[in-house]
């Protein structure tokens, strides 16, 4: 297994978002590393996606989206849940990808309590964390694409992108 670079995080987050299904989200735990394939992931992509936590501007909060691809983006969601989301694309244009599932673990919630992925870890550079990191073997994944869900406050065309992707099998 190889670690991902920093080239294949700045990637727009449409286009990373499919191809992180079937890489391995991998989180070190004391002596333990635990690695699990990506099952389900969501793009969203600049202030004019009404979807993405930068459709209002650079706050404190989605300063890290503005920054280079390969980041931890973590925030809490509906003040229980911690959403892990991984940085996409350059400097200065904010976007990121939201990993929605791994092997064992369907939804965002689940998949941070499971691995116990807090906001401890937001900003964390996925390139050289010892903690948090990504892992390719190489294999291909096929997928589906389909509406994004939970953004019921976006834009009817924001809610329409096909950007949720599903592993296939």
């Given at each position: 297994m190889q670690r991902l670079e920093r080239a294949f995080f700045r990637q727009s987050a449409p286009t990373l978002a499919p191809q992180l299904l079937g890489k391995m989200l991998c989180r070190k735990r004391g002596r333990q590393v635990l690695r699990l394939r990506i099952t389900e992931t969501e793009a969203y992509y600049g202030e004019t996606d009404t979807a993405c936590h930068a459709s209002r501007g650079r706050?404190?909060?989605?300063?890290?989206?503005?920054?280079?691809g390969g980041h931890a983006y973590i925030y809490l969601c509906y003040g229980m849940h911690e959403m892990f989301n991984i940085v996409s694309g350059g400097v200065g244009f904010p976007e990121a990808v939201l990993v929605r599932g791994v092997e064992g673990f369907s939804g965002p919630g689940r998949l941070t309590r499971g691995l116990a992925i807090t906001r401890a870890l937001n900003r964390e550079d996925l390139t050289v964390s010892r903690q948090l990191w990504l892992e390719?073997?190489?294999?291909?994944?096929?997928?589906?694409?389909a509406p994004r869900i939970g953004i019921g406050y976006a834009s009817a065309r924001d809610r329409a992108r096909r950007w949720r992707f599903t592993l296939r099998g």
């Open positions: 706050t404190p909060r989605t300063a890290v989206m503005y920054g280079d390719d073997d190489g294999a291909e994944a096929a997928f589906t694409a």
